[in-house]
Structures are given as structure tokens and as C-alpha cells.
């Protein structure tokens, strides 16, 4: 069954690094830390870092919003498919 976790940001600036928006959950009665909206420091381009078995994965927010669109426009449940198919019984 999947986990829906509420969801908190933490707005995070150190000195070098400039200003992130970090998302962290609690998971196992932990907060855990799992992503964060950072900016390239060469153009400002925003991009969303995920943990990922200790390594970090950098997906640009712009990649990510065509991903969220595609998805929203093809993305189904099994139970979505099953209604659209006829029922099949008049034969």
C-alpha cells in the first residue's frame, strides 16, 4: 500500500550555497530529509535534487513540469482502463 506522508518544507541557506527549498517527511516516526528545490549557481536554473540510496538525482523543474503534464493528461488507475472498456455481456 502506498504512503501519502504530509509533506514539510524548510526554507535552508548556508553561506556558499545560497537559498533551498527542502522537503522532508516523517517515515518510521522519523523526519526524514528526501529532496530539495535548489538553483544553479551558473544560470539559476531550478531543479529538484532526490536522495536516492545515499547518492543525489537532479531532474530540472522544467523537465519535471512536461513530466507532471504527461502524466496528468495518460496517467490511470487499472480501475480507470476496466470503465472504459464495454461490459461485454450482450455479446
Known sequence: M???????????????????????????GEKRHFASFIADPTDETLSLELTVHGGSIRISVTQLESLIAAA??????EAWYDKQLPSGGDG
Do not use: N, R
Open 72 to 77: 496528468k493528461k495518460d496517467v490511470h488507475s
Open 2 to 28: 502506498a504512503f501519502y506522508p504530509t509533506i514539510s518544507t524548510t526554507w535552508a541557506g548556508m553561506h556558499g550555497e545560497g537559498m533551498q527549498l527542502e522537503l522532508s517527511c516523517e517515515f518510521t
